[in-house]
């Protein structure tokens, strides 16, 4: 069958009739004496396959028993439609070729997430996983896409960083040649160094973040979208927030409606978050909605936890916007509020449907002096933060940006249980392999 040209199962689908070559793994087995079903699997979809002894011939159709879920094959045959199929079609196949076999395939139905995940490399050719690697990519693509269309140039930081950015209890310490360094919690620092050449820059990395917590929301390593922008107001972070999340959605409604479906995801749940401007409240005014609406007293100065997150959420069918947080709840570098200096300007986009805090961003605090007073207070020494200060000497603009945690997005579009599915292989508190 070398001479063949392999269509696609989806392509062959499409094709619909006639003679054609295909090739995949095993998804699914059965049969008699004289006739097996093979269902293919490959990234395109399933398609059933029949092999017959009286079309193979007895030595190949002895063959044929053998094949177990997984091997992987090339086969040639004709298809037709056929509604009693999985995927509607059925190929009569002519001839075919074993090109691995396969162990018995652990994986069968019903299997614990502590199994799936021990075996994750093998779950990754579930239909579940495909479909939420598929939208994945989408979503990466996406991102590039956005920030390009609009401007944005990429640009790289280091892993590997001297301070920390987010606070002291998630920073991973690494032995570096005998000194202490930290893991990237966020690109943020150093692209507010990366501006004053490049003025609107982006970037698509992995930020580490030593989560204690095993919630359905934290890895140790997550995917973050950031950008940041010189001569930007707080608005046009806001907005581009707004702007990415609205693009992410409409992409992948446009590509992955099929997924959706595999999952079981209704793009109802989605389309608000398109067609709607997100709703924007400060925090001021969060606070008395939950109130109001869900009698929580939040005292002023807390930060939101996640139920009230999730209240907040439940409200509203589109990303909520909150902004002007306490400032001493939120990060050192985020700009007091001219108007309340006991308030940043800070925002969070929170999920619908409780999928938590989707994008955090802010405007920069410009005065030198404001920064070192706030790193102080955290415990931090200034003098560590020497190229960050710098930012402020030489020219410094008004600034901000933002960060979007690719996975929780991807959780919240897919519709899953947990954060750890939307991510190949999964790094938790507990988890580090495979
Ligand atoms: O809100 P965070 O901590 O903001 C920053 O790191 C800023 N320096 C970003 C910036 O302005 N450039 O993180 C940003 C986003 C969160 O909103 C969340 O979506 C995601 O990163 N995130 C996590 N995702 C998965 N697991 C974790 N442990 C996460 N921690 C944050
Ligand atoms: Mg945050």
Known sequence: MAEAKFLSVKEAMQKGSGEVSIRGWVYRERGSNKLRFIVLRDSTGILQCVIEKDKVGEEKFEEAKKLQVETSLTLKGTIKKDERAPSGFEVSVSEFEVIGWSDTFPITKDQSAEFLADNRHLWLRSRKMTSIMKIRSTVFGAIHEYFRNHGFLEFHSPIFQGTQSEGGS?????????????????????????????????????????????????????????????????????????????????????????????????????????????????????????????????????????????????????????????????????????DNPKTVFGCDFIAPEGYGELIGGSEREPDIEEIKKRLRAQGEDPDEYGFYLDTRKYGSVPHGGFGLGVERVVSWICGLDSIKDSIPFPRTMLRYNP
Not at 171 to 183: T, W
Not at 224 to 242: L, N, P, R
Request: hydrophobic share 40%; proline share 5%.
């Open 170 to 338: 998630t920073v991973f310490e690494v032995d570096y040649f005998g000194k202490k360094v930290y893991l990237a919690q966020t690109w943020q620092l150093p692209a507010e160094a990366g501006i004053f050449a490049l003025e609107k820059i982006y970037t698509i990395a992995p930020s580490f973040r030593a989560e204690k917590s095993k919630t359905s929301r934290h890895l140790t390593e997550y995917w973050h979208a950031e950008m940041e922008m010189a001569w930007a107001s707080f608005k046009d972070i806001q907005d581009h927030g707004e702007g990415l999340l609205k693009h992410i959605v409409k992409k992948v409604l446009e590509n992955n409606v099929e997924d959706l479906e595999i999952l079981k995801r209704e793009p109802g749940k989605l389309k608000p978050t398109l067609e709607k401007p997100f709703v924007r409240l400060s925090y001021d005014e969060a606070l008395k909605i939950l109130k109001e609406k869900a009698k929580m007293e939040i005292p002023w100065g807390k930060d939101l936890r996640t139920l009230e997150e999730d209240k907040l959420s439940s409200l509203y069918d589109m990303p909520v916007i909150v902004y002007n947080y306490p400032k001493e709840v939120k990060a050192f570098y985020m700009k007091e509020n001219p």
